[in-house]
């Protein structure tokens, strides 16, 4: 596994956590397309965890003295960490607000 860090690598991995967003995964001719909300927000979830889990790694290796880390890579994963925890915080707060103004919606 090389540690370098390209600008086409993440061009690349940006490129498909956009298409991933916007929901353009292909399914299956004829297949049809029932995402359960509760489960995408699971793996959302978990997929902030795990890039949570891969900066501490990253950044305890480099700490430890791994020459095959490099203070950019643990940068980058710190940064994405934090980023993927902001947003997901995000989604937390619109989703509150709007349980919130359902539960104030006269019946």
Do not use: C, H, W
Not at 78 to 105: D, P
């Amino acid at each position: 596994m090389a540690n370098t860090i390209t600008p086409e690598s993440l061009l690349i991995q940006m490129r498909a956590m956009a298409e991933q967003a916007q929901g353009q995964v292909t399914p299956a001719a004829g297949a049809e397309s029932k995402v359960e909300f509760s489960e995408l927000l699971k793996q959302s979830i978990d997929k902030v965890s795990d890039t949570q889990a891969d900066a501490k790694r990253l950044a305890d290796a480099f700490q430890a003295g791994d020459p095959n880390i490099q203070m950019s890579e643990v940068m980058v994963a710190l940064q994405k960490s934090s980023v993927s925890f902001q947003a997901m915080l995000q989604v937390r707060n619109k989703l509150v607000n709007a349980y919130q103004e359902i539960m104030n919606m006269p019946v």
